[in-house]
């Protein structure tokens, strides 16, 4: 995977995130913990069994659930920068 591809992804995940998070904020913020929470597992276990037993596991992969755990918090920091709030909190 060329260094241009990362950015496309984190991009596309970025904008699909931040949609979200402009229409209904509830739902993103689950969805960005359940997969922000997820991708970061998946990781972290990867990384474990990278170490333990080495393998044929791509950088790319890596590389891709790094930024699909970023892209939730990008698309959230956006959504604060630009005035958003998380209406469900004051209910």
Request: hydrophobic share 60%.
């Given at each position: 995977?060329?260094?241009?591809?990362?950015?496309?992804?984190?991009?596309?995940?970025?904008?699909?995130?931040?949609?979200?998070?402009?229409?209904?904020?509830?739902l993103a913020t689950i969805l960005s913990l359940i997969f922000g929470s997820m991708c970061l597992l998946i990781l972290i276990i990867s990384i474990i069994v990278e170490l333990i037993e080495p393998s044929k596991v791509p950088r790319w992969y890596f590389t891709t659930m790094t930024v699909s755990i970023l892209a939730p918090l990008l698309a959230f920091g956006i959504f604060v920068i630009i005035g958003g709030e998380l209406a469900w909190l004051n209910e």
């Open positions: 995977m060329n260094k241009s591809r990362w950015l496309e992804v984190l991009l596309a995940q970025v904008i699909i995130y931040f949609l979200i998070w402009l229409f209904n904020d509830y």
